[in-house]
């Protein structure tokens, strides 16, 4: 998944905005830094809001600067994504498992996924997993 930025330069320094985001906005003295400190606002944000159950919008602005989120943010994002209207008690349920370990799944603060666990949860929701290396 990947949130494209602007870097608007200013009064000495580079201010970053997220067009998909607005309430995430940054600063760096280079362009070097400004990306870097993009990329942690970025993740740092959205690793906030999933584990509080805030999903952030699917990506639409395609101009810019692209900024990369952080693999297990975007597992718990598409977990919480594929489960649709069920609840997390009802996939803990056709996984069984507690209801609290699945939650887990879904929070990119506390959960940490195997690739059989996401297998499973896959054939559960009739899904397949996909795992890309690039």
Known sequence: MVF???IIEEDGGYT???PDLPNI???GHTKDEAVFNAAEALN???ESDVARGLLPPDPSYSEGTPVEVEPHIEIAIQ???IRGSLTQSEIASRL???YQSYQRLENPIKGNPSVKTL???ARVLGKRLEI???
Request: proline share 4%.
């Open 4 to 6: 494209f930025c602007n």
């Open 79 to 81: 977990l919480r994504t």
């Open 119 to 121: 297998e499973k949860i």
């Open 96 to 98: 069984g498992v507690p």
């Open 25 to 27: 906005i940054t600063y």
């Open 44 to 46: 740092g944000a959205l």
């Open 132 to 134: 890309r290396l690039v």
């Open 16 to 18: 970053v905005e997220f």
